[in-house]
């Protein structure tokens, strides 16, 4: 018997989002550094998503740096009502795959200011932290965050790669109604951040979903994909899905091509023995 999932999510209590969205790291260069090869495949990519039902898009001003905020204006400005955009402050970038922890209020004001004029906003709906700053202490931007708030700078916040005991901190300040950890069938050192976000209505958004690398773990996908016809990246999202009715997935491309067959995932309903099967990838994480 097929199981059946919620197809929606509403976040912070008002956003009702559709729990397939799209991730726009992908649509910048290689190294997530400077413009993509086909700027106007990107664009294409963007206005497609939206046709497509996704009213999720999330990015961040590291992601190029700059490009994908841009061109997300580029392709979509004026947006939607029920679209919702959601960008990240906390990285500096000196180049392809380099990535420099600043999670300090100087950097973070930088950043959310440059969003709000990358994106063309007067605010922003969900503004994640990218990562907690080893160099600066969590409250300090847990403190700069609230202020933005406040000033109606961003409506709600949500953390990156975060423990439970990080997001209890984080509460004392803001309420947290999204964490964005790694996560995937084949990987699933966060369990205990997903079984917290479940119980108190977070959003939990994985990034790298579709995992990787596990040899036995892709033969049990594609085997489970042969019956329904799907590719192993598609069987892989749907069970992220079936998983957890918090999930809201982000899975990225440059490709339209790919993009719909992502967006299919939404029609692929998965067994109990399907799910058991697929229980057993986790690789003893």
Same mark, same amino acid.
């Given at each position: 018997?097929?199981?059946?999932?919620e197809?929606?999510?509403?976040?912070g209590?008002e956003?009702?989002?559709?729990?397939?969205?799209?991730?726009?790291?992908?649509?910048?260069?290689?190294?997530? =550094?400077? /413009? !993509?090869?086909?700027k106007?495949?990107?664009?294409?990519v963007?206005?497609r998503?939206?046709?497509?039902?996704v009213n999720?898009?999330?990015?961040?001003?590291?992601?190029? /740096?700059?490009?994908?905020?841009?061109?997300?204006?580029?392709a #979509?400005?004026?947006? !939607?009502?029920?679209?919702?955009?959601?960008?990240?402050?906390?990285?500096?970038?000196?180049?392809?795959?380099? =990535?420099?922890?600043?999670?300090? !209020?100087a950097?973070l004001?930088?950043?959310?200011?440059?969003?709000?004029?990358?994106?063309?906003q007067?605010?922003?709906? #969900?503004?994640?932290?990218?990562?907690?700053?080893?160099?600066?202490?969590?409250?300090?931007?847990?403190?700069?965050?609230?202020?933005?708030?406040?000033?109606?700078?961003?409506?709600h916040?949500?953390?990156?790669?975060?423990?439970v005991?990080?997001?209890?901190?984080?509460?004392?300040f803001?309420?947290?109604?999204?964490?964005?950890?790694?996560?995937?069938?084949?990987?699933?050192? =966060?369990e205990?951040?997903?079984?917290y976000?479940?119980?108190?209505?977070?959003?939990?958004? /994985? =990034?790298? /979903?579709?995992?990787?690398?596990?040899?036995?773990?892709?033969?049990?996908?594609?085997?489970?994909?042969?019956?329904?016809?799907?590719?192993?990246?598609?069987?892989?999202?749907?069970?992220?899905?079936?998983?957890?009715?918090?999930?809201?997935l982000?899975?990225?491309?440059?490709?339209?091509?790919?993009?719909?067959?992502?967006?299919?995932?939404a029609?692929?309903?998965l067994t109990?023995?399907?799910?058991?099967?697929?229980?057993?990838?986790?690789?003893?994480?």
């Amino acid at each position: 018997m097929a199981n059946t999932f919620e197809k929606t999510f509403t976040l912070g209590g008002e956003y009702t989002i559709n729990r397939l969205g799209y991730g726009a790291m992908r649509i910048t260069g290689q190294g997530i =550094w400077g /413009p !993509p090869k086909d700027k106007d495949e990107c664009i294409r990519v963007l206005k497609r998503a939206v046709e497509l039902g996704v009213n999720f898009i999330d990015t961040a001003d590291s992601y190029g /740096p700059n490009v994908s905020e841009e061109l997300i204006a580029e392709a #979509l400005a004026p947006y !939607p009502a029920n679209l919702l955009i959601a960008t990240k402050g906390g990285f500096l970038r000196s180049g392809p795959n380099v =990535w420099t922890i600043d999670a300090s !209020p100087a950097h973070l004001q930088q950043a959310l200011e440059g969003s709000l004029k990358r994106l063309k906003q007067d605010h922003i709906d #969900l503004y994640q932290l990218h990562r907690i700053d080893p160099n600066v202490p969590a409250e300090k931007s847990f403190e700069f965050l609230q202020k933005a708030q406040q000033e109606g700078k961003i409506k709600h916040i949500g953390l990156s790669e975060v423990s439970v005991a990080d997001i209890k901190k984080a509460q004392e300040f803001f309420e947290v109604v999204s964490v964005q950890n790694m996560y995937s069938v084949d990987n699933r050192k =966060w369990e205990e951040e997903l079984t917290y976000t479940r119980e108190h209505n977070i959003a939990f958004i /994985p =990034w790298y /979903p579709l995992g990787g690398g596990n040899v036995q773990g892709e033969q049990i996908l594609q085997r489970v994909a042969d019956k329904y016809e799907a590719t192993i990246q598609q069987i892989a999202l749907s069970w992220l899905l079936h998983h957890s009715s918090n999930i809201l997935l982000i899975p990225g491309t440059s490709s339209v091509e790919h993009l719909e067959e992502n967006m299919k995932t939404a029609n692929i309903s998965l067994t109990e023995n399907d799910l058991t099967e697929l229980e057993a990838l986790n690789g003893g994480q």
